[in-house]
């Protein structure tokens, strides 16, 4: 079974703090993702990975830094916490040729 | 650019009743259309893909590649069915970026 393991369930932080939510996946994915799901805004992507130190900016990366130092590890990385940044967020991965597949979530609330 | 629009944010049907989720898209190129599901307190999880070509709990899903749509249908809902659907576009033009549509709620009555 293919796993896609978010650090936390739930995160509450204040404003300003740095924040780093961790991403790992087991099946040796290429490409991995960072989304933030919005009611009534979908899924809209922060940032994407398609190799180890690479990234590309998503459709919404402001306020917003990824590392992937290693294949199984993506992080995602606030540098100074908002209350606009309260979302749940969503880490993917995919091979060359499957399917995108999800960790559970990290609902971030920031205060 | 990649674009994904899902035009209703909730429907609802009854039990038996057929169910047409829209999607279009725009994009340049040959994209690779999806739709996900989301059930109540689940991960997101993908229901199929258009290059599959195959039905999944009993929804299917046609790429019209003239309209730029992938709508899902499925002919009789079921109770079972109530959950968030994604239609999602990736393609090598972009790197293997996948984007997602707004999301559409549907809710089946008994």
């Known amino acids: 079974d293919v796993k896609v393991t978010q650090s936390s369930r739930y995160l509450v932080k204040r404003t300003g703090e740095k924040v780093f939510l961790e991403c790992v996946q087991d099946m040796d994915h290429e490409n991995m993702f960072w989304y933030r799901q919005d009611p009534g805004l979908g899924l809209r992507l922060i940032y994407f990975s398609y190799d180890v130190k690479m990234k590309e900016k998503g459709d919404i990366p402001e306020g917003y830094s990824v590392s992937r130092e290693k294949k199984e590890r993506f992080s995602l990385i606030l540098e100074s916490a908002s209350t606009n940044q309260t979302s749940m967020y969503l880490c993917?991965?995919?091979?060359?040729?499957?399917?995108?597949?999800f960790g559970q979530g990290t609902r971030l609330t920031v205060v | 650019a990649q674009r994904v629009t899902q035009p209703e944010k909730l429907l609802s049907v009854f039990k038996g009743a057929p169910v047409e989720l829209k999607c279009n898209y725009s994009y340049s190129g040959s994209p690779e259309l999806f739709w996900y599901v989301q059930y109540s307190r689940q991960r997101l999880q993908l229901l199929l893909r258009?290059?599959s070509r195959e039905s999944i709990k009993g929804f299917t899903a046609d790429l019209n590649k003239g309209e730029t749509s992938f709508h899902l249908k499925k002919p009789f809902a079921q109770e079972e069915d109530s959950a968030m659907y994604y239609c999602?576009?990736?393609?090598?033009?972009?790197?293997?970026?996948?984007?997602f549509g707004a999301g559409t709620i549907l809710r089946v009555k008994s």
């Open positions: 258009h290059i």
């Open positions: 993917a991965s995919s091979g060359r040729v499957t399917e995108a597949f």
């Open positions: 999602a576009l990736s393609g090598m033009e972009y790197g293997n970026k996948l984007v």
